[in-house]
C-alpha cells in the first residue's frame, strides 16, 4: 500500500523505494546507475500499483452492494472478487455465471472484459452504446517526460474511480437475474 505523508499528502514510495535500493547496493555491491531511466522497469510498477488501486476500489465497493443487495437465504445475489492464480494481481468479478476479468496483458496493457457462459467474451457498453462493439477494452500506459505514467483508454485520461464505477454498474446490470 502506497504510504502518505501527513504534511501534503505526498507519496513517499519511490523515495523509500531509492533507500532500499541504496541498502541494497552497499550490501551486494551491485550498483545500477540507470534502471531509472528503464520506462519498463517505472511501467511494471505503475501497472501493478494501478491494478491494485482498482482491485481496493472494487472491493469496498463490492462489500458495500452485498451488504445493502444480498439476502442471506440467497448467496446467488453477492458478487465475489477472486485472485486469478499464477498472476501478479489479475483478478476477476463473479455472479450468476457473468465474469468481469481484469487482467495485466503486460506492462503497458490492462484489459478488462466480460466473460459469460453463454454469450463469449463481451465489452462494457460505452455511453449510449446499444451492443459493445469491441471483445474487450484495453487501458494503456503512456510515457511522458520523466517516465511520467498515465493511463489513457482511447487516448484519455483515466480515472480509476470513474473506471471501477463504470464496470460495477455494467457488471451488475449484467449480472443480475
Keep these: 500500500m502506497e504510504q502518505q505523508t501527513t504534511k501534503n499528502s505526498l507519496s513517499t514510495t519511490w523515495i523509500e ?4 535500493e ?3 547496493m552497499e550490501e551486494t555491491g551491485i550498483v545500477n546507475f540507470s534502471e531509472h531511466l528503464d520506462p519498463m522497469h517505472m511501467l511494471e510498477a505503475s501497472s501493478i500499483e494501478f491494478m491494485e488501486k482498482m482491485k481496493e476500489r472494487f472491493d469496498v465497493y463490492l462489500t458495500k452492494f452485498n451488504e445493502l443487495r444480498a439476502n442471506q ?3 446467488t445475489r453477492t458478487i465475489k472478487l477472486f485472485k486469478i492464480s499464477n498472476t501478479i494481481n489479475d483478478f476477476m468479478l463473479f455472479r450468476n455465471s457473468l465474469k468481469l476479468v481484469v487482467a ?3 506492462s503497458d496493457v ?4 466480460f466473460l459469460s457462459n453463454s454469450g463469449g467474451l463481451f465489452a462494457a457498453r ?3 452504446q446499444a451492443d459493445a462493439s469491441q471483445k474487450i477494452h484495453e487501458v494503456k500506459a503512456h510515457v511522458g517526460p520523466f517516465n511520467n505514467i498515465q493511463w489513457k483508454f482511447n487516448g484519455e485520461n483515466v480515472d480509476i474511480d470513474s473506471l471501477v464505477r463504470h464496470y460495477l454498474t455494467e ?3 449484467h449480472s443480475a437475474r
Excluded: V
Design 104 to 106: 495485466r496483458r503486460s
Design 110 to 113: 490492462i484489459s478488462l472484459g
Design 126 to 128: 460505452l455511453n449510449y
Design 22 to 24: 541504496e541498502l541494497n
Design 17 to 20: 523505494n531509492l533507500a532500499i
Design 171 to 173: 457488471f451488475i446490470k
Design 73 to 75: 437465504d440467497d448467496k
